[in-house]
């Protein structure tokens, strides 16, 4: 299983930025996918994920309203749409992905919904930098 991600690079405030992540080895319909950044000296965070099914969702409160993740399974893909960027969304973001099926982990809860909060198969990163 292998996870590309592209799209990050440098930008404003208020900016918006488009991530992508191709996902090979499996068949994406089967597997949750998840959007973790990580910043040096800090703890790593969740920031976006999405069911297998993509019924159920899962953003960090500090994104809610401004990042949206989607999967497309027909061409083994998903994106993080990340609009109005600030400068704490400045890390490393790395895609992942779980399979959902026979799932024995934890999960993230919002709005009545559930989804898989530890991921197996993590891509190298892409670098997000919010400056003026």
């Not at 400045?90 to 919002?110: H, I, P």
Request: proline share 4%; with cysteine.
């Amino acid at each position: 299983v292998q996870l590309q991600a592209s799209g990050g690079g440098s930008v404003q405030p208020g900016a918006s930025l488009r991530l992508s992540c191709v996902v090979s080895g499996v068949t994406l319909a089967d597997y949750a996918v998840g959007w973790f950044r990580q910043v040096p000296g800090k703890e790593r965070e969740g920031v976006a994920c999405i069911s297998s099914d993509s019924r159920s969702f899962y953003y960090a409160p500090s994104v809610k309203g401004r990042f949206t993740i989607s999967k497309d399974n027909a061409n083994n893909m998903n994106f993080l749409q990340m609009d109005t960027l600030k400068p704490d969304d400045t890390a490393r973001y790395y895609c992942t992905a779980t399979r959902q099926e026979g799932y024995t982990g934890s999960y993230y809860y919002m709005d009545g919904q559930i989804v898989p909060d530890t991921y197996h198969y993590w891509g190298q990163g892409t670098l997000v930098t919010v400056s003026s």
